[in-house]
């Protein structure tokens, strides 16, 4: 069994004796994770994430598969502009991709991982203890929130 103890700075910048075994599993998780890149890019994509309105485009996305603006500015309670701007935004961060059909252009998620996210999420959303606890038993609603016309 090691018991050298060597000190390890944490991110913070508290120090204080280790043992040899968690500085390798501390070392080995920092390499685990995603490089700064990635991790930026993945912020962009949920601060992209966290609209109601863009919520509401991507769940109408998620239920329906391919959707145009028109039909989508409708079911989201946004503006044409208001979508065409969002989804120009999700398009750059390959959340959503587009098909043209004469006039229109139709819209879709971009790939399985996005559609896996969003239901991920919209599950997660629907179990969570602090979701339940804010609606008071017996009067949750017939669809989840975000598949709701909006007030």
Do not use: K, W
């Amino acid at each position: 069994m090691n018991t050298h103890v060597r000190p390890l700075r944490s991110p913070r910048g508290v120090s204080g004796p280790r043992l040899a075994g968690e500085v390798a599993r501390v070392d080995a998780l920092r390499n685990s994770l995603p490089s700064a890149a990635d991790v930026v890019r993945l912020s962009e994509v949920f601060r992209l994430m966290a609209d109601p309105g863009r919520i509401r485009i991507l769940a109408a996305l998620l239920e329906a598969g391919e959707v145009c603006v028109h039909d989508l500015a409708s079911v989201s309670g946004l503006s044409e502009s208001s979508v065409s701007q969002a989804l120009r935004l999700m398009r750059a961060q390959r959340v959503v991709a587009g098909r043209r059909a004469g006039r229109h252009v139709f819209y879709r998620l971009d790939d399985s991982h996005v559609r896996m996210l969003l239901d991920l999420a919209i599950t997660h959303v629907g179990h969570s203890p602090a979701t339940s606890a804010a609606v008071p038993a017996g009067s949750e609603p017939a669809m989840h929130p975000i598949h709701q016309e909006p007030s």
